[in-house]
């Protein structure tokens, strides 16, 4: 099964931007839907973005509400990894960052990274 680990996070000013790299290892997931969630502290984990294998090596992006227009999704297939670009960040973007797998292509999850933590100061 492939295991995820995610890379990236940090500390950066509000306005700022970083990206999320999340490196697949143990398969090929380029036919997985992925995704990433984050949980802030005291708040529960909220689903960000998904990225879904819509079939032919094409993908479907949908976003949560908070990050549409400023977070943006995409896959290096060549080299099994997912990234999170994130732009224009607030603080209230301050939170643990997961990248997460469906096998099935879809967006029921069921593999998980460790996480990788982002700070956004104001």
């Known amino acids: 099964q492939v295991q995820l680990q995610e890379s990236g996070g940090g500390l950066v000013q509000a306005g700022g931007s970083l990206r999320l790299s999340c490196a697949g290892s143990?398969?090929?997931?380029?036919?997985?839907?992925v995704g990433w969630f984050r949980q802030a502290p005291g708040k529960d984990r909220e689903f960000v973005g998904g990225?879904?294998?819509?079939?032919?090596?094409?993908?479907?992006?949908d976003y949560a509400d908070s990050v549409k227009g400023r977070f943006t999704i995409s896959r290096d297939n060549a080299k099994n990894t997912v990234f999170l670009q994130m732009n224009s960040l607030k603080p209230e973007d301050t939170a643990v960052y997961y990248c997460?797998?469906?096998?099935?292509?879809?967006?029921?999850?069921?593999?998980w990274g460790q996480g990788t933590q982002v700070t956004v100061s104001s």
């Open positions: 990225h879904r294998w819509a079939g032919e090596f094409t993908y479907y992006a």
């Open positions: 997460v797998a469906d096998p099935a292509g879809r967006a029921h999850y069921t593999i």
């Open positions: 143990g398969g090929t997931f380029s036919h997985y839907g």
